[in-house]
């Protein structure tokens, strides 16, 4: 399945329904404000019941939509199973954990489908505002309700004063500022929470995101169909594209950019 078949209005409407619902169920946990039952994965990053009651959600609804296997963060699969996949969903049930525990509101459910290990399509569902972004990339980017009050997204291209986005914990290590600022632009940083900031960069409100730790592919996939679809591009530091479908799961350092042609001046980045 390509991404030309999510231009089906009734089965967007259908996954952002679907996405709803999974929203819901964290909103009632989230609305209670300490009274949530907090754990700890094994890199202690926190887990919420919000995330499980999501993937439960998901991982019920999403095969009914399109026949394919699940990779939930919630709900991981043995390699020795997933290799095999051609197609399946890829999904983080809450992306931005931190600051759900934080109340920023600033965290999304992200869902990816995956054809051969590339993300052919994604949509972000932000619970609080219910407002979604999806694309792919025959179908351009999009932001709002599927069928209601849609609006087209263009990453944009680049001028010299940029914004450069990152976590509430990012500490901007590297050069990649220094190198930026000696071709000639101007940098400015402002923290963003999830995988909102790859939606900032579809929608042209910023330029750049440089991430110097760890994230997961679930973390990345939908996001990165939705930005190259509006324009933008999502590559390791070398230059090499992401790859997924990897036994660990693990995503190498990134940048993503809301114009191809700020990565001439980023690629030679080496980290201090």
């Not at 993937?55 to 095969?63: E, F, K, Q, R, Y």
């Amino acid at each position: 399945m390509n991404s030309n078949q999510w231009q089906d209005p009734q089965r967007l409407l259908a996954l952002y329904d679907l996405l709803q619902q999974a929203g819901d169920a964290i909103l009632t946990i989230y609305r209670q404000v300490g009274q949530w039952q907090l754990a700890h994965k094994a890199d202690d990053s926190p887990v919420t019941a919000a995330d499980l009651a999501a993937s439960h959600i998901l991982v019920a609804g999403l095969p009914a939509l399109v026949p394919a296997p699940v990779l939930s963060e919630e709900a991981l699969v043995p390699f020795t199973e997933r290799r095999h996949w051609s197609h399946y969903w890829l999904v983080d049930p809450m992306d931005g954990t931190r600051e759900f525990l934080a109340q920023t509101d600033e965290f999304v459910i992200n869902v990816a489908f995956m054809d051969n290990n590339e993300p052919v399509f994604g949509m972000l569902y932000q619970p609080v505002s219910g407002e979604a972004w999806w694309g792919g990339a025959s179908m351009g980017a999009w932001r709002g309700r599927p069928g209601q009050a849609e609006q087209a997204l263009m990453a944009g291209s680049a001028g010299h004063d940029l914004l450069a986005l990152g976590s509430r914990r990012n500490q901007w290590q590297g050069q990649w500022c220094q190198r930026l600022e000696q071709a000639g632009y101007t940098v400015e940083t402002r923290a963003v929470g999830s995988a909102l900031k790859f939606m900032h960069l579809a929608e042209g409100k910023a330029q750049l995101y440089p991430r110097l730790g760890p994230t997961s592919e679930w973390d990345t996939a939908a996001p990165q169909a939705i930005l190259e679809a509006a324009g933008g591009q999502l590559v390791q530091w070398n230059g090499e594209p992401l790859r997924y479908g990897k036994e660990d799961l693990l995503n190498p350092e990134f940048v993503a950019v809301s114009d191809p042609a700020l990565l001439v001046s980023l690629l030679q980045y080496t980290r201090c």
